[in-house]
């Protein structure tokens, strides 16, 4: 699986954007993807995953974030809104062939090329 991911840009607190993520791969649907976050300095951290059948957050996103996918035209979606200046980081999605909604970045095999989001006050 080949992921690319697009959206990212600058933006205002209190502002929205949405992250997309375009992956290869005919088994997409099967797939969990995840979205992660880094920012200057911090260790890669999880933000919100998504499988055929739920969903997971981050507490920092829950309420402002939702994750979605279109497998028809295997692309998962990030739509942040609220965004605070602490959202600021490069964002990157994953994907793993695992029927949980594992949090750890270690347990998605396939990653795509970051985004960058900057959120200023």
């Known amino acids: 699986v080949q992921l690319q991911a697009s959206g990212g840009g600058s933006v205002q607190a209190g502002g929205s954007l949405r992250l997309s993520c375009a992956a290869s791969?005919?088994?997409?649907?099967?797939?969990?993807l995840g979205w992660f976050r880094q920012a200057p300095g911090k260790e890669r951290e999880f933000v919100a995953a998504?499988?055929?059948?739920?969903?997971s957050y981050a507490d920092p996103v829950k309420g402002r974030f939702t994750i979605s996918r279109d497998n028809a035209k295997n692309t998962v979606y990030l739509q942040m809104n609220s965004l605070k200046p602490e959202d600021t980081a490069v964002y990157y999605c994953?994907?793993?062939?695992?029927?949980?909604?594992?949090?750890?970045?270690?347990?998605?095999?396939?990653w795509g090329r970051g985004t960058k989001v900057t959120v200023s006050s």
């Open positions: 994953a994907a793993d062939d695992t029927w949980s909604l594992p949090s750890r970045a270690s347990a998605y095999e396939h």
């Open positions: 998504i499988s055929s059948s739920g969903t």
């Open positions: 791969g005919r088994t997409f649907s099967t797939y969990v």
